[in-house]
């Protein structure tokens, strides 16, 4: 399996999530603005990989350049604004840096480095703890439908939802999966196709709008999907065009699961209506590789998340077991235990 990010003595090395599958580019940043950037331009995408990201885009701007700690930290801050991931990461280093107050530089340094590195480590052995528990409802025999990319170019490895994938077939199961192509960044398919193929998992690519269809066809046996931020009550913001997925997965009967870390909890907020929501450039929509596909100076809207309300989601998959409705409560438990 690639490595979605490393960090080595040059920089925080990334695999450039913008040129797959044509082209197998690494990109190394040297600066904490070239992490923002990259975070910013999804070089790196995928909300625990953008939290990962974060943590060592704080390290390395502790460890290469004299700027105020704050500084750092709004900068990543500044860059998505709904993977709570992002917050999340950079909060850790910074919470770690203050406990440092007084140290030398090299015994700060040392320490950011270490831990940025913990937290990629952590991150995989999260994903293959929500694929263990996430392996048992996948139902055998049947079709997995995916939206986006939650692999693991999403996350340090592995993957959450294509953890989840990743396990049942480990556990023997006899499944292939459906890969929403995911207009208009085409997460599904450039990364999840790619992914899967390369892991010699049985994936057939259809565009989003062939969901509803297959969904009502009997041959799903579920759905499972990643989140960029869940609030306290289960709602859940994920890649555009999940609610849909979401709505007509209930309709025909098909169980609609998210596969997500507890750091993509955001239990300060009750409900998903709080969830700032992305809107990102026009060009996404109107152009393919740079070949335009819409008339010139026609109105766009290019929402890169939507929130599908809790009464569509069967359960969420943490690391530490799966959680069930009602969420407010079991989400809490989750998050405490
Ligand atoms: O805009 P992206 O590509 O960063 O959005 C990614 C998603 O929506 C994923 O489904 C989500 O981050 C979960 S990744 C494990």
Redesign the pocket.
């Known amino acids: 399996m690639v490595e979605t990010i490393e960090w080595t003595v040059d920089g925080v090395v990334m695999i450039d999530q913008t040129r797959l599958p044509r082209e197998t580019v690494f990109v190394t940043c040297r600066t904490y603005l070239e992490v923002a950037d990259a975070i910013k331009t ?1 070089i790196i ?4 990989a ?1 939290g990962v990201a974060a943590a060592m885009g704080v390290a390395i701007g502790v460890e290469r350049s004299d700027d105020d700690i704050e500084l750092i930290c709004s900068t990543l801050a500044a860059t ?1 604004p709904t ?1 709570v991931n992002l917050f999340w990461g950079i909060d850790r280093m910074r919470r770690l840096h203050l406990s440092l107050a007084g140290r030398s530089r090299a015994e700060m340094v040392a320490a950011m480095v270490t831990e940025a590195k913990l937290v990629k480590d952590e991150d995989v052995a999260i994903c293959m703890a929500i694929g263990a528990h996430g392996a048992a409802l996948v139902p055998d025999h049947k079709t997995v439908l995916t ?5 693991a170019l ?2 340090a490895g592995y ?3 294509l953890g989840v994938i990743r396990a049942a077939v480990a556990a023997g199961k006899t499944i292939d999966v459906f890969a929403d192509e995911t207009r208009p ?1 085409l ?1 599904g398919a450039r990364l999840t196709a790619w992914e899967l193929q390369q892991d010699g998992i049985p994936t057939t690519l259809i565009t989003d709008n062939m969901a509803g269809h297959f969904l009502k066809s009997g041959r799903i046996g579920c759905v499972v ?4 931020r869940i609030a306290a009550n289960g709602d859940v913001a ?2 555009i065009g999940t609610y849909s997925v979401a709505v007509l997965a209930k309709e025909n009967g098909v169980p609609f699961y998210v596969a ?1 870390p507890i750091s993509t909890l955001d239990l300060t907020l009750t409900d998903g209506s709080l969830i700032p929501i992305e809107e990102r450039a026009a060009k996404e929509v109107t152009e393919v590789y740079g070949v335009p596909v819409a008339p010139e100076g026609i109105a766009v809207l290019n929402p ?2 939507d929130v599908t309300p809790n009464r569509y989601v069967m359960g969420i998959i943490t690391e530490k077991g799966v959680a069930y409705p009602p969420f407010t409560e079991s989400l809490r438990e989750l998050a405490n235990s």
């Open positions: 999804m995408r995928g909300a625990p953008i998505r993977a939206h986006c990319n939650a692999g999403a996350t993957g959450t939802a960044f997460q999907v990643g989140a960029d994920n890649k997500a890169a998340f």
